[in-house]
């Protein structure tokens, strides 16, 4: 969801019911598995002097799968958020790489002289999923799935001393 700049005049809440259209090409990132799942949330946006607060909570329970045994595993994500939107300094440079200092981390940016309420949820719910197996405490077992690490599970199907990198380099041959 895009709100423009000028349009941005007073403070202004809104809640988030989960059948929102700009909502549905997001959803689909998520695959079908996640056809009835709903994000809910509530959003605050408030225009202050150069920069625009974005404020709110989000409510999600995609359904992932388990990176050990793909089975699907719902993960509830409850986030609240406070960014802002401001212009980008650096807007006049040529566009390419060039180092940020710290501070220009903690901002948004307009663009198109519009904020984009969507890239903060997809920032703040993609922070919340796993990126790497969860151990239990004696570093033995999936917290998840409870797949006992040390076991071949997931290569039990894979031929002796074969890699399962060699593996999938001849599935893009076919």
């Known amino acids: 969801m895009k709100l423009l700049r000028e349009e941005i005049t007073k403070k202004t809440e809104f809640a988030i019911l989960g059948h929102e259209s700009w909502l549905k ?3 689909e990132l998520f695959g079908p598995s996640n056809s009835e799942v709903r994000l809910t949330g509530q959003i605050v946006v408030e225009p202050i002097v150069d920069f625009v607060r974005v404020q709110g909570q989000i409510s999600f329970i995609p359904v992932l799968n388990c990176s050990r045994c793909a089975d699907g595993i719902p993960w ?14 650096h807007v006049d440079e040529e566009r390419g790489e060039r180092a940020l200092v710290r501070s220009e981390l903690d901002h948004y940016y307009f663009q198109d002289d519009s904020i984009d309420i969507l890239s903060v949820i997809n920032d ?4 919340a999923i796993p990126t790497r197996i969860l ?10 799935c409870l797949t006992d690490l040390g076991d071949n599970q997931v290569y039990s199907s894979a031929p ?15």
Do not use: M
Not at 76 to 89: G, S
Not at 135 to 144: F, N
């Open 124 to 127: 703040f719910v993609h922070e």
């Open 135 to 144: 151990k239990t405490d004696d570093g033995e077992r999936c917290t998840i």
């Open 160 to 174: 002796e001393g074969c890699s399962p990198f060699a593996i999938l380099g001849s599935l893009n041959k076919h």
């Open 76 to 89: 509830a994500i409850e986030r609240k958020f406070d960014v802002t939107f401001q212009d980008d300094p």
């Open 25 to 27: 090409p997001w959803y």
